[in-house]
């Protein structure tokens, strides 16, 4: 097994698979007590070549390795990739182009979200090693053993991706994979500025004071977070920024009034930077609040019965093309288009219009209804009778 410790081997290596069609990448970080990932190895393979590469090393400058990243001639393969995705863009070069084999056997009719070990199990007939599992990836020396599991985590995955990429061309869904691969590289997903921190949110309200404060207090937050390195949820709690956006404490007893406030807030370092955070936003309500649209009809009171019709046609559709209902729509998505037939989701968009989206209209329109035969599920045309003249 090659381990790479220093900057010559790095570049050597790089080199060594700077030909190949493809690179299997993995890797292994730490975040539990963190804001920013912590990197802590990295795994790739080709046909050719396989290594695990050390970033905590003295010796070495990982530069060389992000350049294959953005090689665009050479197409990085990973398992579940969003999180490995988010590291390389904190390095300043998102892997493109991209397969996620995640996804892929999604569309592939291999289920919902399916982990790598199924996936190699189920395609490659091999039943993965998992006593390396909870390793501390941060402390070293590293064992062999911890080394040799972190490597198959790519060696399979090289194996098994011309197959599974095989599959779906000859189902003709290739292009639906490419077409989640441009969303999932899409810079704007790893954006960390502060200030768009309240999209990751959910608004109640559509005041503007409310929303000011709402975005003055994620982002205070998210702030903060970045500057100490620690996760979201300890600075301050999703439903607590609700609550401030809310009541809008302008004093220390207004934020001990708060239930989801920890008790003392107002009293830590934290209480006098968070409070003039929201008295910025209150005294520039107007041109500091976000603007939210709202689009599409007021909502429809027969929107819930819809909603668990919709829920029956996607499984019904899900199983006779064989594919992961959660990679065509989302419970979000079919309460979109209850309400409204031009609503701004996927669902009436690209491949998921044609595989559900088009079927789902018509169904609204009393175009095709769902009938049970036996056990499953079947759509069925409405056939109407003809006009009387």
Known sequence: MTTITTTAELTAFCERIQGSPFVAVDTEFMRETTYW????????????????IDPLSP???LSPFLAVMADERIEKVFHAA???????SNLGAIPRPLFDTQIAGMAAG???QIAYDALVRQMLKIDLD?????????RRPLSEAQLTYALADVTHLARLFPMLRGRLEESGRLAWVTEEMRAMTDPALYDMDPEIAW????????????????????????????????????????????????QVPLDADGFNR?????KGFSGSKFGPELLEAIKDAVNNADTYAPVLHRTGPPPSPAAGAV???????????????????????????LEKIANDDNADSPVLQGWRREAFGEDALRLKRGELALVLDGTRVRVVEVRRAPKAT
């Open 258 to 262: 708060l239930r989801s406030v920890p």
């Open 59 to 61: 010796d070495i400058d």
């Open 110 to 112: 291999f289920g919902e």
């Open 130 to 138: 998992k006593s390396s599992r909870f390793t501390d990836w941060a």
């Open 37 to 52: 990932p912590k990197l802590c190895l990295i795994q790739a393979a080709t046909p050719e070549a396989e290594a695990v």
């Open 307 to 333: 909603v668990e019709l919709l829920k029956v046609l996607l499984k019904a559709r899900a199983e006779d093309a064989d594919v992961a209902s959660k990679l065509i729509a989302t419970v979000a998505d």
């Open 82 to 88: 969003r999180q490995d995705v988010e590291i390389f």
């Open 199 to 246: 999209k990751r949110l959910r608004p109640r309200k559509h005041t503007a004071k409310y929303l000011a404060v709402f975005r003055g207090v994620a982002a205070w937050r998210e702030r903060t977070a970045q500057t100490r390195d620690q996760p979201r949820g300890r600075i301050l709690k999703d439903e607590a920024i609700d609550e401030l956006a809310t």
